[in-house]
């Protein structure tokens, strides 16, 4: 049975703080949730912890651990917005954020960092201009033929995925095997140990305003599902909300696989979830989408630390996760989409 509005909204809401909370408190070293409670105490000028006591819970939250809580907050909110207007914007439920290459040309720019040298910040950087450059290529070559036709949108995504996949895995032939490669491979996984206090809030605006920006327009992403021209007739700027949107979505793609690495299923699954929560309205989807989409990433984040000694990377456990949850909700979206 679908729960509609407010409703959903609050009951994402009560789920992420809770999610928050108990991310607060476990990995190896676990925190009680009442010494986090005297902490903030202390913190606010009380004296509720011995001073050794809140040093040491000051470095665990405030080095590492609240860092990484806000970065699975920020790339599960942004991955699950970007595929619910991917989505809206190319009118079918099997599209995600990577539709346009962008996972592609941020693979390849961050390899070309690995194998150049270049360092976090470098490799980073390239990521993310991988990722746009991609997107960008696929668009002007389906601009080539018709600029107007999704169709062609889709063959310029496939085509630009392709040539940046191309491209990456020369670089992974070509890069050393006993220092290069593996850091490849391991940044293709998906982590968010990397994550500190600057780079949070470096990727922490640009995503806020992404998400406020879509939700938004998600009103004229209705008007858009009906088809171009009815659009139009309701005084839609049918070409420059299509790709102002792809643009705005692929910009959270880009960040944000720019950061941790490749994290999958999120931008494909969540916007179904939250469909079937509060139905097809955008204006509802995108924010419930994003709600629920820091709720998906924090949960994997907490299994990565806790199940075993050695982390796992949490892009594993989002393709594992993702494929349960797909299953699950299979047959109900079978029957919202027809397929």
């Known amino acids: 049975m679908r729960m509609m509005g ?22 190896r070293y676990a925190i009680a949730p009442g010494v986090i409670a ?32 806000g970065a699975a907050v ?17 009118r079918n439920p099997l599209v995600s954020p ?68 191309a491209l990456m895995s020369m670089l992974k032939y070509v890069a050393d095997p006993q220092q290069q490669l593996p850091d490849i491979v391991f940044w293709l996984l998906g982590s968010l140990t990397q994550v500190d206090v600057l780079r949070l809030a470096v990727m922490a605006v640009p995503v806020l305003l992404g998400i406020v920006v879509l939700s938004a327009c998600g009103r004229m992403l209705d008007a858009l599902a ?13 070409t420059a909300l299509r790709y102002g949107t792809i643009g705005i979505a692929t910009g959270l793609s880009a960040l944000t696989v720019s950061a941790v690495g490749m994290i999958g299923w999120i931008g494909l699954i969540i916007p179904h979830v939250a469909r079937l929560l509060a139905g097809p ?15 998906f990433l924090l949960v994997c984040d907490d299994l990565a630390r806790c199940l075993s000694a050695e982390e ?28």
């Open 98 to 165: 990577g539709l346009l290459g962008v996972l592609a040309g941020a693979g390849f720019g961050a390899a070309l960092g690995i194998v150049n040298g270049m360092g976090t910040t470098g490799v980073q950087a390239l990521s993310f201009a991988g990722g746009i450059l991609a997107v960008s290529f696929g668009v002007g070559v389906a601009r080539m033929f018709d600029a107007a036709s999704l169709l062609m949108l889709v063959f310029g995504g496939l085509i630009s995925s392709a040539l940046f996949t």
């Open 312 to 339: 796992i990377p949490v892009g594993l456990l989002t393709d594992l996760l993702g494929v349960v949850v797909f299953i699950s909700v299979l047959r109900l979206l079978r029957r919202g989409w027809r397929l």
């Open 38 to 69: 005297r902490f903030v105490v202390t913190a606010m000028g009380g004296q509720a912890l011995p001073q050794a006591q809140y040093d040491m819970v000051h470095a665990i939250l405030m080095g590492a651990r609240l860092p990484r809580i």
């Open 74 to 90: 920020c790339v599960g909110a942004a991955l699950s917005v970007s595929g619910a207007t991917y989505q809206a914007v190319f």
């Open 226 to 238: 009906m088809g171009d021209e009815e659009a139009r007739t309701l005084g839609v700027p049918v």
């Open 281 to 295: 309205c955008n204006a509802r989807v995108i924010p419930l989408s994003a709600g629920l989409g820091a709720i």
């Open 6 to 27: 407010r409703s959903a909204g609050w009951l994402v809401f009560g789920g992420l703080v809770l999610c928050l909370l108990v991310s607060a408190c476990l990995g």
